[in-house]
């Protein structure tokens, strides 16, 4: 068998050699595509793409002046406070204590005190007209302490507003106009006057 396999072998050789025979060699190298490799089957390979991040300029701005004025203001803690200690202690003499001065339980009322009691409606003066319009002496009761201090309070009230309404400070503002009502108080020989913009 082995024979018939070399016998084969050999006549295909023999067929095949004609045309080889006739062929020239004539110092030609010929040089084929390279053999191309075979695609290999598994698990596809995928790469992570990539992207970039956008970069974003910040928008730069040229810093605007702002308009600034100055203006001459009242001292509004001057006012405020001036008006609530006046008013507090008027009213308090006025309408809280006054009335009831010269009563009591054993005699009632009194009509000796009567002008006493109207005079505490005058602020700032009444404490001292009350003091001196009072029918007993200074130190028999608790009065005269009482007026006392009470017409301080209420002179000390009525200076501390004139002043945070006369005396004005220098204030810098920020910004174009006023956003606001305003209201401007000033004193002048013989005269008071008040102006105000809405």
């Given at each position: 068998m082995r024979r018939m396999v070399v016998a084969v072998a050999l006549a295909t050789a023999v067929a095949l050699a004609p045309g080889a025979a006739g062929a020239q060699v004539s110092g030609q190298v010929y040089i084929g595509p390279a053999p191309q490799q075979q695609p290999v089957y598994g698990q596809p390979v995928y790469g992570q793409p990539t992207y970039g991040q956008p970069v974003y300029a910040q928008p730069q701005y040229a810093p605007q002046p702002r308009p600034m004025r100055t203006e001459q203001r009242a001292h509004v803690g001057l006012i405020v406070g001036g008006a609530v200690m006046l008013g507090v202690s008027w009213l308090?003499?006025?309408?809280?204590?006054?009335?009831?001065?010269?009563?009591?339980?054993?005699?009632?009322?009194?009509?000796?005190?009567?002008?006493?009691?109207?005079?505490?409606?005058?602020?700032?003066?009444?404490?001292?007209?009350?003091?001196?319009?009072?029918?007993?002496?200074?130190?028999?009761?608790?009065?005269?302490?009482?007026l006392v201090i009470d017409g301080l309070l209420q002179a000390a009230g009525l200076t501390m507003l004139i002043l945070g309404a006369t005396i004005t400070e220098t204030v810098t503002v920020y910004g174009d106009r006023r956003t606001g009502p305003s209201l401007s108080l000033g004193v002048g020989p013989g005269s008071l006057s008040a102006t105000g913009t809405f």
């Open positions: 308090v003499n006025a309408a809280l204590i006054s009335p009831f001065a010269g009563w009591s339980a054993s005699s009632g009322y009194q009509p000796s005190w009567e002008a006493f009691r109207y005079a505490g409606l005058v602020p700032v003066a009444g404490p001292w007209i009350q003091l001196a319009l009072k029918p007993n002496g200074l130190s028999d009761d608790g009065w005269g302490t009482y």
